[in-house]
Structures are given as C-alpha cells and as structure tokens.
C-alpha cells in the first residue's frame, strides 16, 4: 500500500464545477503539500500545510492531522485549471513521499 | 533568474554513456532533492542532502550518485546510462521549517537510448 494515496486519479469537469481531490497518508508527517503540474511538466507548490485550512483565489486546502486526510478544492473551475494535482508529505525524516497525481481536465 | 535551475533542460544519450545533471538554488535552502517521474508511477525520491556533508539515499538511487558541491549545487550523476533511466528529472529545495516550501526546477528530460 503506497503511503500517500490520493483519489481520483482522473477527473473530468464542467466549467463552473466545485472540484476536490483528495489525498491520505499513512506516516507521521511535519508538512503537506500541494502541487500543480502543467502539460508544459513544472511543477509549483500551491500550498503547504501542517494543521487547519489555506485559501488562495479559487483554490482551498484543508488537512486532517488526526484523520491523517487532506483535501484540495477548487471554486468556479476554468478550463486553465486543467494540471495534476500532486499531493506529497514530509515525513519526520525530512525525506518526500509523493502521491501518484489526480489529472483534471475541465471541460469549456 | 529561476530559484532552481537545472541543466540541461532536454538531454539524448546513449546507454553506457555517464551523464551528469546540475542543480543550482538562489535561495540559500539547506535541504536539495532529486526526483525522477515516470508516466503511471508520479514522481519518486532519488537522493536527498540536508547540507554539503550530508547525502541520503531516495527509494532508487541505484544506478545513480549525486555530489553536493557547495549549499547552492547539488548535481546527479548516471554512472552509466541504461534505456530505463529515461524519464523527467526535478530538482527541488526547501525552505526551513515552519515554511517548508517547495520549490522546483523546471525539469530535465532524459532519453536513454
């Protein structure tokens, strides 16, 4: 069983649609994170959490810790949002563990 | 200039061939990863460094070495290529904690062929 699993894998949306992806974890972690991967391939960091909730623009993220849980949403999506949603932990040895990535195709 | 540059940004090679990639930060970030991804299997730990006399093995580091220069380099190195090293290559750093914000490279594509 991979230590991060996130669900969907793939999800194909309607503009104006409320989207979340969702992202377990199995291991004591001191971070997580959010990450945005263009068809280009960069990546960038959408968020880091360690408790609560973060907002920015469309985008909402809110983490579990007892649950060991976090969910991204986005509001109103556009077809921009289009990407793979990463989600990845820090564990307490400072070593990365990635989730395999959610593929978001929104629909015009 | 970019917080993380790798280069080369796209590499063809030949199997048996060394090869190696470079990583530079701007930030002043002790902590520098290299990641590899492969289609279907995301992206996954090579080597991790925490300072420049300090290396730490991913999940696949065999095939691979890495040599921390100097806090902002960080290189990989394939000893000697082989057809299943072909995939993305990143590049990241992290800010201290409480931050621990990710940043990234852009990528380097490699084609072992």
């Known amino acids: 069983k991979n230590e991060v699993e996130q669900s969907p894998q793939n999800l194909t949306a309607q503009e104006g649609e409320f989207i979340t992806i969702n992202c377990s974890y199995s291991?004591?972690?001191?971070?997580l994170h959010w990450l945005q991967q263009h068809p280009g391939g960069g990546i960038v960091s959408l968020f880091m959490?360690?408790?609560g909730k973060k907002k920015h623009g469309r985008l909402i993220a809110t983490i579990n810790i007892q649950e060991k849980h976090s969910s991204l949403h986005i509001t109103a999506s556009h077809p921009r949002d289009s990407a793979v949603y990463i989600c990845?932990?820090?564990?307490?040895?400072?070593?990365?563990?990635f989730g395999k990535g959610t593929r978001l195709h929104i629909l015009p | 200039d970019a917080d993380v540059t790798q280069t080369p940004r796209n590499r063809i090679t030949k199997t048996g061939k060394r090869i190696m990639l470079e990583c530079s930060q701007t930030k002043g970030h002790d902590r520098m990863y290299w990641y590899r991804q492969d289609p279907g299997l995301g992206l996954r730990l090579i080597y991790y460094s925490f300072d420049v006399k300090d290396i730490n093995k991913g999940e696949i580091s065999d095939g691979y070495s890495v040599s921390r220069q100097a806090q902002a380099k960080f290189s990989l190195s394939l000893e000697s290529a082989i057809p299943n090293q072909t995939a993305l290559y990143f590049c990241?750093?992290?800010?201290?904690?409480?931050?621990?914000?990710?940043?990234f490279g852009a990528g380097t594509r490699l084609s072992v062929l």
């Open positions: 990241a750093t992290i800010s201290p904690p409480p931050q621990n914000i990710q940043y």
């Open positions: 959490l360690s408790s």
């Open positions: 291991v004591g972690i001191s971070a």
């Open positions: 990845a932990v820090l564990n307490r040895d400072d070593k990365i563990i």
